[in-house]
Every structure is written in structure tokens, then in C-alpha cells.
């Protein structure tokens, strides 16, 4: 059972630094068959991409967002992480950590969320 | 603004049978695989179908999809009260780059 789970701050300040950690189980991070992302959603709002990492460290970023973003793998762990920085009201969102299938893009497994809110 | 287009709201009553469509471009759906999810409230989302028309293992066929050209189509039959929940669509675009796309999402009702 693949099963992933978010966690890190629910509270930042503006202008600090976002970090959330995934933790993975039921798979190794280091499967070359996936891809490891995050997505998030502004309340009231849609998805959005934020960005993924292969167990090499290759990433891909959303490119709204890719000068603030870094990814990282610790594959003796099995998790990933994501750092945002310089945050806003605007980063203000719930955030999923979700496992990606590049090939027919989808995200097939996510992790239940956490509500990250940027205060001022 | 969302680069895939969503209708904000349908609804439909018990056992009734709804759509959700999905339109695109060429760059995005009419060169790229579609897939759907359902997002309930406090829940994560959850796949319903991945490469435009295929059910993950657990998903009832109550649920089905299919793309043409550049729109996709979510259909969901046997309306219960527990599919009241937002539906997304998404692909890559080609176009911009390989970029995981979303769209607006579709906020569906059950009367």
C-alpha cells in the first residue's frame, strides 16, 4: 500500500521560508518508474502544480514559481522535501505531496494535505 | 485563469447521470493524456482515471471518460450523495514547456 504523508510548519511568516517534508511508504523513492511531486490549492480554488524530482534529483518546476523553489530526495529515508521562499499571503494553501507518472502524466497517489498559512 | 477549461458547477439528482467536460488545445489534451480526480472535502485528492479513459484498480465503473480532439469528457452515472465533491482534469502542455496543467475544477452538486 503506497501510502505518503506531508509534514512541516502549518505557520510561516511573510517573507520566510516554506520547507515541508514528504515521507513515503509501501515504495522506494528510488523506483525509476515515478517521479515525486508537489501540488497545491488555494482555498476556494483550483490545483497547482508546484513541482517534481526524480530519485537522481532531476526536477522540473512550474515555472511561475521556479525561482523560489527547490526540491531535494533523501532516498535513505525515502522522503522528499520542498522548500518555497520569500512567501506571501499568496502561498497560503492547502499542500500534497503526491507520487507522478511521467509517461501518462497523472498523480496517482497523494498524501492528505497540509494547510500552510503565511501570516504577516 | 485556468489553461483547461471546466464548467464551475453541475448537478444532478440521486441515480441520476451527469458530465463534466475538459477543453483544451492541441498543445495540452489534444496531444497529451488526460486524467481526472476527485477532491472531497478535507480528503486528499483521489484518481479516477489516468490516460484519458482507464480506471485505477478500486474505482467503480460508474465512473468513465473519454477526449476528443481537444476536449475530454468525465461521465459519472448512478449519482450518490458521496460523489458530491469537486472534479479536476489535468495533462501536460507541450507547449509550455512539459508543464503539468490543471483545470479550474468543476463543482459537482447531487440534489
Redesign the interface.
Known amino acids: 500500500q503506497v501510502q505518503l504523508q506531508e509534514s512541516g510548519p502549518r505557520l510561516v511568516k511573510s517573507s520566510q521560508t516554506l520547507s515541508l517534508t514528504c515521507t513515503v511508504s509501501g515504495v522506494s523513492v528510488n523506483s525509476g518508474a515515478y517521479y515525486w511531486?508537489w501540488?497545491r490549492?488555494h482555498p476556494g480554488?483550483?490545483?497547482?502544480?508546484i513541482a517534481?524530482i526524480f530519485f537522481n534529483g532531476d526536477t522540473?518546476f512550474?515555472?511561475s514559481l521556479q525561482s523560489r523553489v527547490t526540491m531535494s530526495v533523501d532516498t535513505s529515508m525515502n522522503e522528499f522535501s520542498l522548500r518555497l521562499t520569500s512567501v506571501t499571503a499568496a502561498d497560503t494553501a492547502i499542500y500534497?505531496c503526491?507520487r507522478?507518472?511521467w509517461s501518462?502524466?497523472?498523480?496517482?497517489?497523494?498524501?492528505?494535505?497540509t494547510l500552510v498559512t503565511v501570516s504577516s | 485563469q485556468a489553461v483547461l477549461t471546466q464548467p464551475p458547477s453541475v448537478s444532478a439528482a440521486p441515480g441520476q447521470k451527469v458530465t463534466i467536460s475538459c477543453s483544451g488545445s492541441a498543445s495540452n489534451v489534444g496531444s497529451n493524456a488526460v486524467s481526472w480526480y476527485q477532491h472531497l472535502p478535507e480528503a486528499a485528492p483521489k484518481l479516477l482515471i489516468y490516460d484519458n479513459d482507464k480506471r485505477p484498480s478500486g474505482i467503480p465503473d460508474r465512473f468513465s471518460a473519454s477526449k476528443s480532439g481537444t476536449s475530454a469528457t468525465l461521465g459519472i452515472t448512478g449519482l450518490q450523495p458521496g460523489d458530491e465533491a469537486d472534479y479536476f482534469c489535468g495533462t501536460r502542455d507541450s507547449g509550455l514547456g512539459g508543464l503539468v496543467i490543471f483545470g479550474g475544477g468543476t463543482k459537482l452538486t447531487v440534489l
Open positions: 511531486s501540488v490549492r480554488k483550483g490545483l497547482e502544480y517534481y522540473y512550474n515555472p500534497y503526491a507522478f507518472v501518462r502524466p497523472h498523480f496517482d497517489f497523494w498524501g492528505q494535505g
